[in-house]
């Protein structure tokens, strides 16, 4: 079956420090794998996608991840973190199979940026 | 260009009624899948739409259902409510199996 496991429950981070959460994907044939981002009260926001091409993948508000297939990970990154970061992380796997798609999550990360 | 649209926000509903979720899809995408999202079962994929015909229904019991109208708005029911059904309900739309699905706000139904 397809999935993603992300190992941590809550990453805490200080501002301004780089941060790093956790994904690590068990599919067969090639991974679709995206990042999501959840604030209270809100639906899930797209962050970035890898699906071929470079190993370094950039996407919004400065987040970017990196794809290891000898790891099987999709690590999400910032360089610098915000205040304004602290939210819900979700990973993702895309499925198909005979003309449908599904996406199925990880558990997701809380991210706790202090000040 | 407008986002996936929810409605309504909130529901409060009690055991054994009945409810209809609304979603607008972004324009132009023609695939919309609902999620359940619960503090304990985590997001859970419900079923997808393409073009009016479910494609893929995920595992959960035949009182949910849901369907797809032409202009590619969908709509989610769920009869003989359960408290177990208490959940954050999201809609998520995409042009196509390439592009990443876009969610909506979601509707949070609450049973009494």
């Known amino acids: 079956a397809q999935s993603v496991a992300q190992p941590e429950d809550q990453v805490n981070v200080a501002e301004g420090n780089p941060l790093t959460v956790k994904c690590t994907y068990s599919?067969?044939?090639?991974?679709?794998l995206f990042w999501y981002v959840q604030y209270p009260n809100r639906g899930l926001q797209f962050l970035l996608k890898?699906?071929?091409?470079?190993?370094l993948v950039k996407g919004s508000y400065g987040f970017e991840a990196e794809f290891n297939k000898s790891q099987t990970s999709f690590h999400l990154k910032k360089p610098s973190a915000l205040v304004s970061d602290s939210a819900l992380y979700f990973c993702?796997?895309?499925?198909?199979?005979?003309?449908?798609?599904?996406?199925?999550f990880g558990t997701g990360t809380r991210l706790l940026v202090s000040p | 260009k407008a986002g996936v649209t929810q409605t309504p926000r909130y529901l409060i509903k009690t055991r054994g009624q009945q409810v209809t979720l609304s979603c607008s899809p972004i324009?132009?995408?023609?695939?919309v899948s609902w999620y359940q999202q619960t503090p304990g079962q985590g997001l859970q994929f419900l079923f997808e739409?393409?073009?009016?015909?479910?494609?893929n229904k995920g595992n959960f019991p035949g009182r949910f259902s849901g369907r797809q109208f032409s202009n590619s708005r969908s709509e989610m029911n769920v009869s003989t409510l359960e408290l177990g059904d208490s959940a954050l309900y999201l809609c998520?739309?995409?042009?196509?199996?390439?592009?990443?699905?876009?969610f909506g706000d979601g509707t949070r139904l609450s049973i009494l």
């Open positions: 998520a739309s995409s042009f196509d199996s390439n592009q990443p699905q876009h």
């Open positions: 599919v067969s044939g090639n991974p679709y």
């Open positions: 890898y699906i071929t091409g470079d190993n």
């Open positions: 993702a796997v895309r499925v198909f199979n005979t003309g449908f798609q599904k996406l199925v």
């Open positions: 324009s132009g995408h023609r695939s």
């Open positions: 739409y393409f073009s009016e015909t479910q494609r």
